[in-house]
């Protein structure tokens, strides 16, 4: 009988991990540049940071540099919107990524822009052409 108990006990509560419907679950989809922004899509979110990688060698985690707090566009749910600016300036930096979190404030994924490296970053951002949506071909 204790066991039966426990089984039970240990199914009820794997269970209900389970029972939270998935269309509330957080959700990362995209993030892509249309100047003079950086769109992030997802859905449930509570929070969304836009961050940078800087140039050079051996660069760690630690020295990512926070650019900012993209803002939500739309209603909260499944087809989220969420704009930051691009920064006036250009940056000097290796790769461009959003974090997303949720209600809890646990972060639930990241995604970064399709441009690798500085040159391709600079061009996407700050370059002559109007609104690059996909990086230079080489």
């Known amino acids: 009988m204790r066991h039966s108990l426990l089984i039970f006990s240990v199914l009820a509560l794997g269970l209900h991990s389970f029972s939270q419907p998935s269309h509330q679950r957080a959700?990362?989809?995209?993030?892509?540049?249309?100047r003079p922004s950086i769109v992030v899509r997802g859905a449930n979110l509570s929070r969304v940071e836009v961050w940078a990688v800087p140039t050079g060698t051996g660069i760690t985690p630690d020295e990512y540099a926070l650019l900012g707090t993209a803002n939500r566009r739309n209603a909260a749910g499944q087809n989220e919107v969420w704009v930051f600016p691009i920064p006036s300036g250009p940056l000097s930096a290796t790769d461009i990524f959003a974090k997303g979190f949720n209600a809890e404030g646990k972060r639930v994924g990241t995604k970064s822009l399709p441009y690798q490296g500085a040159s391709q970053i600079y061009h996407a951002l700050w370059g002559d052409q109007p609104n690059n949506e996909?990086?230079?071909r080489n």
């Open 27 to 34: 959700i990362i989809r995209s993030i892509r540049v249309k």
């Open 134 to 136: 996909r990086p230079p």
